[in-house]
């Protein structure tokens, strides 16, 4: 275990400066790994988000929202070097804090975040600003002051998806991270200060939610609340922004299903189904937490399945080989227990894993890779964002059936569909009521729209589609 040294952080980033926090309750960041105290941070205040709207209103009047797409893709290319040169420190502090395994925390929390930057600073290149319909121009110009909240899963990358698109736009940004995770965001104000970004073109205001977020919600002089985060905060969030009629991006939970059609190859499907969800210990919101199975093949796929989870490597996460580190934190552990205690009570049948530390791990938020069957579409386990390694595997008679399922949620995040035919596998596609979907084993594309229909959202994050939802949009007839 690495050993661990405390870090006191006591200020927020505003408006260029690290400015001591206004209030003096202090929030503990906790290794999910060990439960150790690893840093403290402030618990900032409803005065402090005043300050940091001020900078940020300052920086978008002050000249912001009218520089060129060249400057600012000059500030994110300065931005994007100052982050490379901390690649290293932000994969292990990810590690720390969301208690991601070290490879795995390289690849999503620096790589990935490091690409999306980078394709904003190409986007900057081609994106037509002003467009012409006949005689008139459409001009695109900036929404106003943002706060981007973000949550604990993929914490750099989310508060680097909404500055890198909403700077781009030429947004001035507030951004809140989670209280469980907010160490990486200090390394992002870091390198956003050697960048030397305009002053209050970014800043940071860290705390909870009921304090720091509430105040920035409700603030008059923000324009644009893009949030991340749980169904029900999302909902506050829509509600108190609505007061003051602010645009509102919503990009909330999943419960999605992977189709596995009769013709698939049955394990690499079960394989790459299992793998997708237990990424990050089944922290994301596209996890396919949903297995659909046909009832001709579907003892065989439990078998695999169990087979498949019994294989992971749970543990220390900064130790070589690790494959599924601990939850986030305590709370959210429980949340899983209460999910697999429900799967058991409504009949459910546990195939591998359930309740209980996985074996040798009575220290950290460890939960055990756990997989159900004959699951229900109506079970609780079938319907809720789980947000654990836990798999719920339904069976289906034909690929009506399996689409009637799989629609059959609250949700419409992501979804994948396994077929030998490619054509019946993008018939499937099409049916399904989800923002995005994986046939086979496509690629993800950064390009690409990212979010949801129904409860998982409003909006799009990432590339052009990104990039639109922080702009407003004039007519000028001639
Ligand atoms: O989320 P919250 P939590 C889901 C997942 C998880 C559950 C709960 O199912 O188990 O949500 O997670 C801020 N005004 N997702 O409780 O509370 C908060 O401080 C303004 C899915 O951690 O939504 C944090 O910065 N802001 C999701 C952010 O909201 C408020 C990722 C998210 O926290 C606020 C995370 C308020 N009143 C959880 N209250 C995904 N889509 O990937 C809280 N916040």
Redesign the pocket.
Known sequence: MAPTTMVRRDSHYVGGHWLPSTGTHLLEVVDPANEQVIATVPDGTAADVESAVAAARAAFDGGWSTTTAAERKAHLARLLAALEDRAEEITSVCTAEVGTPRGLSSLIHTRATLGILGSYIELLDRFEFTQALGPTLVLHEPVGVVAA??????PIQLLVTKMAAALAAGCTVVA?????TPLNAYLLAEAAHEAELPPGVWNLVVG???T???A??GHPDVDMIS????????Q??AE?GSRTVKRVHL????KSALVILEDAALRPAVEAGIRQLFMNSG???VAWSRMLVPESRYEEAVAIAREVAESYVVGDPTVDGVQLGPLVSSA?RE?VWAYIQAGIDEGARVVTGGLGPPEGLDTGWYVRPTVFADVESEMTIAQE???GPVLAMLAFADDDDAVRIANDSRFGLSGGVRSADPDRALEVARRLRTGMVTINDGAFNPLAPFGGYKQSGTGRQLGSYGLDEYLERKSVYR
């Open positions: 909240i973000t949550p604990w899963n993929v809140k991270p989670s209280e469980l909870s939610g009921p720091v977020g509430e920035l919600i949030f991340t985060g749980s169904v029900r905060t999302g506050r969030v108190v990009e909330l939970g999943g922290q994301g919101c959210q949340r964002e789980i947000f």
